[in-house]
């Protein structure tokens, strides 16, 4: 007979909430520019201050998204 664990595990604890969703961002690697906005939308977290965090978090999205893929117009 298998051994079955009868107790559940302990909970996940996931990054939820429209705030995170808001200001997800992952900066592209090796790019100042990048880089910079995605600390001031870290420091900006850090303060409570959403709405300034989301503006860099959009920052970061469209540029890690637009200019690393196609590269500069």
Same mark, same amino acid.
């Given at each position: 007979? !298998?051994? #079955?664990?009868?107790?559940?595990? %302990?909970?996940? !604890?996931?990054?939820?909430?429209?705030?995170?969703?808001?200001? &997800?961002?992952?900066?592209?690697? $090796?790019?100042?520019?990048?880089?910079?906005?995605? #600390? %001031?939308? %870290?420091?900006?977290?850090?303060?409570? &201050?959403?709405?300034?965090? !989301? #503006?860099?978090?959009?920052?970061? #999205? &469209?540029?890690? $998204?637009?200019?690393?893929?196609? $590269?500069?117009?």
């Amino acid at each position: 007979m !298998t051994k #079955r664990q009868t107790t559940q595990e %302990q909970p996940v !604890t996931l990054p939820t909430g429209f705030n995170h969703w808001l200001t &997800d961002c992952q900066p592209y690697p $090796g790019c100042g520019v990048c880089a910079a906005n995605y #600390r %001031q939308c %870290q420091e900006a977290i850090a303060a409570g &201050d959403i709405v300034k965090a !989301t #503006r860099h978090a959009t920052e970061v #999205r &469209d540029h890690a $998204g637009g200019m690393h893929e196609t $590269g500069p117009l």
